[in-house]
Each structure stands twice: as C-alpha cells, then as structure tokens.
C-alpha cells in the first residue's frame, strides 16, 4: 500500500512569512493529494487538495504543488497569520482505486505575532 | 459541522473493558472509515465499510472490530483494552464510491478513549 512521508515535523515562523511542507509519497499510481488542517481538539478539515493531472492549484492564501516524477507534493502557506497554528497532514489513497486515506505524521505549524 | 456525529465526544473505562464507539455517516455517504489518533502516531487508518461491507483493512488489533449497518451508522468494538488504547478514534464518510474519483472525507468530532 501506499507510504506517505511528511516534513517537517514542527515549523515555527514569524506572522507575514511563508511556510512550506512537504510529503513524499510511494505509489506512481496514487491520483490524490489532500491536505487536512486539524486546530487544537477538533476534527481535521480539508483545506485543498490535488489531483495528478495538475501541477498547482491555489486558494487564496494557500496552494499545493504536485511532482509527479519525483512523487511529492507540497503545501504552500503565505502571508501567515496566527490563525494558521495547527497541524497540517498531507494524505494520499491507501492503495489505488481505494478511497480510504493514509496520512502523512503531520506538521505542528506555529505563526508567532 | 461536518455532518458526521460521534458518540460518545469522552469515554473513560478500565483495562480489560470493552467499550462500542458509535458514528453516523453525513446523510448519503455510503463509506465510513475509521482512523486512531495517537499523540505520537498521527491518523492510523483502522478499517473502512462501504455500504454495510468491508472494503479496506489498516492496522487495526485483533481485539478491535466494526460494523456498518443497514442504515449505514457504523460501530467500532473495542475489546480487552490496554492502556495503550487510549486514543481520539475518529470517523470519517465521504461520498467516494469504489473505482471512482476520490472526493472529500468528512471526519467527526472525534472519541477520546481513556482507559486507566
């Protein structure tokens, strides 16, 4: 099944910088790329997500980039603001064809006023 | 709100218990997966049933099992709990139907097991 690798594990910026994760992940087959954001003792949420017959995709102040060659994909935070605090997962299907979804061990992101 | 309920949000049990999580899936998803959360090991896929059967097996114990019913609310069994059980357990649906595209999981509000 698939692998999915995420780094880092803690990121800490100053509010207004950028921050950017990364996943890697194992299967050539996998076509989807959440990321799921998960605030202090709630549930995750998605916040964007990719499929493999694009490179990048964006919203707002968030965008996700795809490699298919290399197999990794990257979140893309800018202009953060405090509100940003949490931890990130990247995710990908267990296996091809299959809609459940393994996840990556997830980046705390800390934005600091 | 996601549309996906849980139940119990708190649970606190002896070792050696058994204790039966409850989710009910957003109205007309037919997929429900269930994950544990750990502080050290992320979202760990557990099992997932697709309309009342099981389509997909993660690392789930011997002594954990699940269900999905007719009216597609799943329980999760979890059996002879260890200490090392204690865990937010959560549910999540989504419309996905097999061999199609992937769309959104919903996930609930999560189960916080402690077991003492």
């Known amino acids: 099944g698939e692998n999915v690798e995420q780094h880092p594990s803690t990121l800490s910026v100053q509010e207004g910088d950028s921050a950017v994760i990364k996943c890697t992940y194992s299967d050539s087959a996998s076509n989807y790329f959440p990321w799921y954001k998960q605030e202090l003792g709630k549930r995750p949420q998605l916040i964007i997500d990719?499929?493999?017959?694009?490179g990048e995709k964006k919203d707002q102040r968030i965008a996700v980039t795809l490699n298919k060659t290399a197999k990794h994909f990257s979140l893309h935070i800018t202009e953060t603001q405090p509100e940003d605090s949490a931890v990130y997962f990247c995710?990908?299907?267990?296996?091809?064809?299959?809609?459940?979804?393994?996840f990556g061990k997830g980046t705390m992101l800390l934005v600091s006023p | 709100d996601s549309g996906v309920t849980q139940t119990p949000k708190h649970l606190i049990t002896a070792t050696g218990q058994r204790v039966t999580l409850r989710c009910s899936p957003r109205?007309?998803?037919?997929?429900v997966y269930w994950y544990q959360q750990s502080l050290d090991q992320g979202l760990q896929f557990l099992i997932q049933?697709?309309?009342?059967?099981?389509?997909a097996k993660g690392n789930i114990l011997e002594r954990f099992s699940a269900q999905q019913f007719p009216d597609l609310h799943s329980e999760l069994n979890l059996s002879s709990l260890e200490l090392g059980d204690s865990a937010l357990y959560f549910c999540?649906?989504?419309?996905?139907?097999?061999?199609?595209?992937?769309?959104?999981?919903?996930f609930g509000q999560g189960t916080r097991l402690t077991v003492v």
């Open positions: 049933y697709y309309n009342g059967e099981e389509r």
């Open positions: 109205s007309g998803d037919l997929s």
């Open positions: 990719i499929r493999s017959n694009v």
């Open positions: 995710a990908a299907p267990l296996n091809s064809g299959y809609s459940t979804l393994t």
């Open positions: 999540a649906s989504s419309s996905t139907n097999p061999g199609t595209e992937n769309t959104e999981a919903f």
